[in-house]
Nanobody
Framework: QVQLVESGGGLVQAGGSLRLSCAASGRAFSSLVMGWFRQAPGKEREFVAA????????YYADSVKGRFTISRDNAKNTVYLQMNSLKPEDTAVYYCAADSVFSLTNYNSRHYYEFWGQGTQVTVSS
């Protein structure tokens, strides 16, 4: 099993930046994909970004391409989401997710990920 602990959410003005962190633990030497999802009030949880634990492939939702960057630090077992040029529509609870197998067809589906963090609130004011 995998435990995910998120941090870094907060309140920021439009155009500002935040960096979210997700520390993973509990499963050693497993093939993992790490993803970020977000859920705004009244909306479904949607895919934001994903990265393979091994390898350099990064994947982004169209709505955040060019503004958000997902990265990892293998030594710290931590995945980051750098969010720049934030917009009010980015306001949501952001969740870190993980699974033991990467799927090119399912990485952007919330139903694919087995493990989830508790979520961290990101609020962007206009």
């Amino acid at each position: 099993q995998v435990q995910l602990v998120e941090s870094g959410g907060g309140l920021v003005q439009a155009g500002g930046s935040l960096r979210l962190s997700c520390a993973a633990s509990g499963r050693a030497f497993s093939s993992l994909v790490m993803g970020w999802f977000r859920q705004a009030p009244g909306k479904e949880r949607e895919f934001v970004a994903a990265i393979r634990w091994s390898g350099d492939s990064e994947y982004y939702a169209d709505s955040v391409k060019g503004r958000f960057t997902i990265s990892r630090d293998n030594a710290k077992n931590t995945v980051y989401l750098q969010m720049n040029s934030l917009k009010p529509e980015d306001t949501a609870v952001y969740y870190c997710a993980a699974d033991s197998v990467f799927s090119l067809t399912n990485y952007n589906s919330r139903h694919y990920y087995e493990f989830w963090g508790q979520g961290t609130q990101v609020t962007v004011s206009s």
